[in-house]
């Protein structure tokens, strides 16, 4: 949030590849001398975390029944009782898990490339030298400089919008209690903040699905917003639900920024539903337990909670509502959905530190946990609204010019940046990294699909149908027919312990769709089309693709939304170019296609011709998952194929194809992940990659 807060007083100053050909170091440059499929965790952790995690127990640690499901559970949807979400303020993913393995971080291979041959993470700065991700455990800022500006899209700007120090990174140590966090459960690491804007908006997105065209922090704590919130809605539908802050401050817009009070950041008091004015003491909104202001903890600021600073004491205080609820008995028992919102001092925005805010998440899952009845039917969602300027490297979804309420005039409002989430649940638990897009609406549509599950529908109607398609509803991340209940072991954040996580630990969740993109070449016209698809998922489901010029033209990006119904089109010009084409194409999940060569001459002999048709074949019982790769020549004379292993599986081969022949290969995946460069002796310019994930589930959501 671009604020101005009385800053905290610190309480301290932070102080073996695979031998597989091709495998990934993304994914498999884990080795720590450990068995693989273990998790060895640092600082306070006991062995027992890992045991917990490979053999998960019953609800109140009561053994499996020999069927395979805990007792309690039925398997599916209804078995989750609590959903508690937590936004944290102004971070990125790459800030916090980077160097995590298993995510897409700094060992990502599939990363963005510029014309000048560096990747996106060699950021220049203004006079032109290069500036990389390093460890920086410091409490620190950034400048907000990229917000409203376009040209930002390229993902080249980073340094220069916001300085040297936002490529910096915190160290394993220092972020050991999250990593731990991730590594026991599920982290998402293809989700983004929903505008590429501050801290107010985005807030505005998780609570009621879109910001109204609002790009800044204004009119804050007002009460002035008209349209509905997915609190109201819920409310409407007859779901208990809950909003827990500190409310200290003074009067209508007073709230403060200290170890105290919600530091603005209720986004309920900005909503007009909300408004205390002029209400009677006894009047229905304001009621205890059941009126939508006092859930809301909406009324205006009053009072000052003690103690002030950043002690255990501050943080039972604090949190003292929550608490209560998580009990057994409690007078105001958990709710079925509930938000948090921290004091400004635990919310780790810059410069209040991570370490606090792992103390403060600490705090809410020792809750949970002091109640099993609770703990083993939750699920907890830690979110973060923004990244604050903080280098991400993944370039976010994209809307087409004039998308429906997805534009302030020529301006796209979304997506912003990646930002870190952990979903911590019963169904969530074993170190998995789920890799479906999500923003913050994604939580408002999975409350939707839980809601109609138990038979109390709602609709938000203020998510774009663009947003609604590209943003997945989390339950791609989630695994309700196998839930591994019972206690957790997490270290204590003070202990700054780096997290040791085997070799191929994290595991992906699997997705039942994949996108796919093919050239053809047209002699007689000179043009080069790359024809994008979507095979598979949900109804209505969407990706978006954009594509870049890696030569020959401006690096800009090109955007296009991909639907199953509706495949879309790129179209390169050679005649304008001098024959030359080269231009890569991005998606999801570390999806990758880069088309490069010339285009013959029509009705011209040529002694060798290549041209390739992939498909991308899915795995079928025992079978994995394959790129079959069908390799012509279309030309007069051999043609000398060569395919390497960029990343993941498979061997270099040379493969010779005689004139007007084919020959097929099938390329190898790694859970259902490729990426295979091709070229062509008989054409030193042309080339092609092919990277992705083929669908490794059919099963319906």
């Known amino acids: 949030m671009d604020r101005d807060p009385i800053t905290p007083r610190p309480e301290s100053e932070p102080g073996g590849e695979s031998a597989t050909a091709g495998a990934s170091r993304r994914r498999f440059l884990q ?66 898990f980077g160097a995590f393995p298993g995510v897409r971080g700094f060992n990502d291979k599939q990363a963005l490339r510029f014309q000048d041959g560096t990747t996106v993470f060699q950021q220049k700065d203004g006079n032109g030298n290069l500036v990389t991700p390093q460890v920086d455990d410091g409490a620190w800022g950034n400048d907000h400089g990229a917000w409203g500006d376009v040209a930002h899209r390229t993902w080249d700007q980073w340094v220069r919008h916001n300085g040297a120090s936002c490529m910096n990174y915190h160290s394993d140590g220092y972020m050991g209690f999250y990593h731990s966090v991730a590594a026991q459960y599920t982290i998402a690491d293809q989700y983004f903040c929903s505008e590429f ?21 204004v009119d804050e704590s007002n009460y002035s917003r008209p349209w509905i919130t997915v609190a109201e809605q819920l409310q409407q539908a ?47 909104k304001l009621r205890p337990g059941t009126g939508l202001i006092w859930r809301g903890n909406a009324t205006y600021y009053a009072g000052h909670t003690a103690p002030d600073d950043d002690s255990d004491q501050n943080l039972d205080a604090v949190l003292k509502n929550f608490h209560d609820s998580c009990r057994p008995g409690a007078e105001h028992p958990l709710p079925a959905v509930s938000w948090i919102v921290a004091p400004y001092g635990w919310s780790e925005h810059p410069g209040a530190d991570s370490q606090h805010g792992e103390r403060y998440v600490k705090k809410v899952l020792d809750s949970l946990q002091s109640n099993p009845d609770i703990w083993n039917h939750t699920l907890f969602i830690l979110n973060y609204d923004e990244n604050d300027g903080k280098f991400d490297h993944v370039l976010p979804p994209w809307p087409e010019a004039g998308t429906a309420r997805e534009y302030v ?43 109609a599950h138990l038979g109390k529908p709602f609709r938000s109607p203020n998510i774009s149908d663009w947003r609604r398609s590209i943003a997945g509803d989390l339950t791609s991340a989630l695994d309700f027919a196998h839930p591994q209940p019972g206690p957790a072991t997490f270290p204590d954040p003070l202990a700054e312990q780096p997290v040791s996580v085997a070799a191929g630990h994290m595991k992906p969740r699997p997705l039942s769709f994949h996108p ?54 790129y179209t390169w010009d050679a005649n304008a170019t001098g024959g030359e084409y080269a231009f890569s194409i991005y998606s999801n999940d570390g999806f990758v296609r880069s088309f490069a060569g010339r285009v013959a001459p029509a009705g011209k002999g040529h002694a060798a011709l290549p041209r390739v048709v992939v498909d991308l074949v899915k795995g079928e019982a025992r079978r994995e998952a394959q790129v079959r790769l069908t390799l012509h020549n279309d030309g007069t004379e051999p043609v000398r194929y060569t395919l390497t292993p960029h990343d993941y599986l498979g061997r270099t081969q040379q493969v010779t194809v005689a004139r007007g022949k084919t020959k097929v290969v099938s390329w190898p995946t790694q859970e259902g992940y490729y990426d295979v460069v091709v070229t062509a002796d008989a054409d030193a310019a042309w080339t092609q990659r092919y990277a992705g994930r083929i669908a490794t589930t059919t099963v319906p959501r």
């Open 31 to 96: 080795g720590t001398g450990v068995a693989a499929g273990t998790l060895v965790l640092g600082g306070t952790a006991a062995a027992g975390s890992a045991q917990a995690a490979a053999k998960p127990e019953g609800a109140h640690g009561a053994a499996k029944p020999a069927h395979g499901r805990p007792h309690g559970f039925r398997g599916d949807m209804s078995d989750l009782k609590h959903v508690v979400i937590l936004m944290q303020e102004n971070r990125s993913l790459d800030h916090y």
């Open 197 to 217: 804007g501050p801290t107010d908006p985005n807030r505005k997105y998780l609570w009621s699905g879109t910001a109204n065209s609002e790009t800044g922090n």
């Open 238 to 284: 007859g779901i208990d639900w809950r909003l827990y802050s500190d409310n200290s401050g003074d009067g209508r817009q007073g709230y403060i920024s200290s170890w105290v009070g919600d530091y603005g950041d209720n986004e309920l008091k900005y909503f007009k539903g909300f408004d205390p004015e002029g209400l009677n003491a006894d009047d229905p």
């Open 409 to 451: 005039g020529d301006y796209p409002l979304g997506f912003g940046a990646r930002v870190p989430m952990l979903l911590v649940s019963p169904w969530t638990r074993g170190g998995h990294v789920a890799s479906e897009v999500f923003d913050h609406t994604s939580t408002i549509t999975f409350l939707e699909t839980w809601a």
């Open 516 to 569: 796919h993109a093919t050239v053809s070449v047209n002699p007689a016209t000179g043009k080069v089309t790359a024809t994008m698809t979507l095979t598979g998922g949900p109804k209505d489901k969407a990706l978006s693709f954009q594509v870049f010029p890696d030569r020959y033209q401006a690096f800009t990006s090109t955007p296009f939304t991909v639907t199953a119904h509706k495949p879309r089109e």
